[in-house]
């Protein structure tokens, strides 16, 4: 039977877990539930050329996607068949879409900049080369700004490392869920920058079936994992991870698994926990690579104890939390400094903007607190006058225009000026 693009097939005793199939038709699909009597696949693509009877084949290996230097500067899919029209891959290898994860041994621990060229991020908010940072935040409050920024910035970062594994990162944008005029739009912002030539996009928009929205993070996760396996470093952004899980909730519910909190199923921690661990920096007996996770979850009236939230936040080794008043009174990229923390990442951050930043996020923090007694007026000793005045100035030296981001060096004496 079929429907909903979920196919029960009978017959397929010997068949794997997430193998891949294809039917009649020439429409590939996904093993996901092994029953007694039959298998259940999620199809990859419109399940109305499939009917029932028909003939349905496996491929004997599990889903895998190219992965290569050759993937730079290209449009893919969440299969990996290129979709910007500009002809078939070239030399590739390829590779599994699930591998586990690096184990302990194989790891170090994080200690090189991942420079953002946000002043905000970077002084507070230090990422690190193998670090994964939550970008989360309502809608519209410039999230995927934050990570376009991040990839624009590599160009300048990238046209300085002096060998090829020394300094250079290869980015990974995956899409999922997103309109294909916001993914073109994208493609323009980075092909006008030159930023394409060390970039892949990787797009399930939301036209694509849930299957493929679902399989996306993990294949740009894959080719990712190519340049972090061979001693090289690679910068993956999920956008949104919140659409991913709402995929897998439809295909799960077709299934007919059993529904948990919000109707996800019981496994939605471990759709992204199983992502998300595979971003790593790899030890120097392993070819000291790196692969960095900028994951994007969206919330809803800026509720982060919904369930997807609280999900990725354990997760992950840190926040940027987004918000909308902020954008609206103009502090933009509009990161509230309060909620955001960064785990890992000050073991990476330069000594210089160590220095300059200070005690910056403490006098921030007690800026918030006098700047609502100030708002009334009453009379202030000295030294809590001087807070306010230098709170505004702290508060004005994070605000950049976008896709501008600044040369670690300029955000360093901007700051010091402060």
Avoid: W
Wanted: charged residues 20%; glycine residues 10%.
């Amino acid at each position: 039977s079929v429907g909903d693009g979920i196919a029960r097939v009978y017959g397929l005793n010997e068949i794997q877990a997430g193998e891949m199939v294809e039917f009649a038709s020439g429409v590939k699909g996904i093993a996901l539930n092994l029953e007694n009597e039959n298998v259940g696949i999620v199809v990859f693509g419109s399940d109305t050329a499939i009917k029932e009877g028909d003939l349905v084949k496996r491929t004997g290996s599990i889903v895998d996607v190219p992965a290569g230097k050759a993937m730079l500067g290209r449009v893919v899919d969440a299969l990996g068949v290129p979709i910007d029209g500009r002809g078939a891959l070239s030399d590739h290898e390829r590779r599994r879409v699930e591998v586990k994860a690096p184990g302990i041994i194989e790891r170090k621990s994080v200690h090189e900049p991942m420079q953002t060229g946000l002043k905000a991020v970077d002084s507070l908010v230090p990422i690190g080369r193998g670090q994964r940072e939550l970008i989360i935040g309502d809608r519209q409050t410039g999230k995927t700004a934050i990570a376009i920024d991040t990839i624009l910035n590599q160009k300048q970062m990238n046209s300085r490392g002096t060998s090829e594994s020394d300094k250079y990162i290869y980015c990974v944008y995956v899409a999922i869920g997103q309109k294909r005029s916001t993914v073109a739009q994208l493609v323009q912002i980075l092909s006008e920058a030159n930023a394409l030539e060390y970039s892949i996009l990787v797009a399930a928009t939301a036209s694509d079936p849930a299957p493929l929205q679902f399989l996306a993070p993990y294949s740009g996760c894959a080719m990712g994992e190519y340049f972090r396996d061979n001693g090289m470093h690679a910068l993956i952004i999920y956008d949104d991870l919140s659409k991913q899980a709402v995929a897998y909730r439809q295909m799960s519910l077709l299934l007919r698994r059993p529904p948990g909190r919000e109707a996800f199923p019981g496994d939605v921690f471990y759709l992204h926990s199983r992502l998300l661990e595979r971003a790593a920096k790899r030890s120097d007996q392993t070819g000291a690579g790196s692969s960095t996770a900028l994951p994007v979850i969206e919330t809803q009236a800026g509720d982060v104890s919904a369930y997807i939230p609280t999900n990725v936040i354990p997760i992950t080794d840190g926040q940027i939390c987004s918000e909308t008043e902020l954008f609206y009174r103009g502090i933009r990229p509009a990161i509230n400094v309060g909620l955001s923390v960064s785990r890992v990442g000050s073991a990476a951050q330069l000594r210089a903007m160590k220095q300059v930043r200070g005690s910056s996020k403490l006098e921030l923090a007690q800026y918030r607190e006098v700047a609502a007694l100030a708002q009334f007026g009453s009379d202030l000793d000295a030294v809590t006058q001087a807070l306010p005045n230098r709170g505004a100035r702290l508060t004005e030296v994070p605000k950049q225009p976008q896709y501008a981001p600044l040369p670690i060096e300029k955000q360093i004496l901007v700051i010091y000026a402060a």
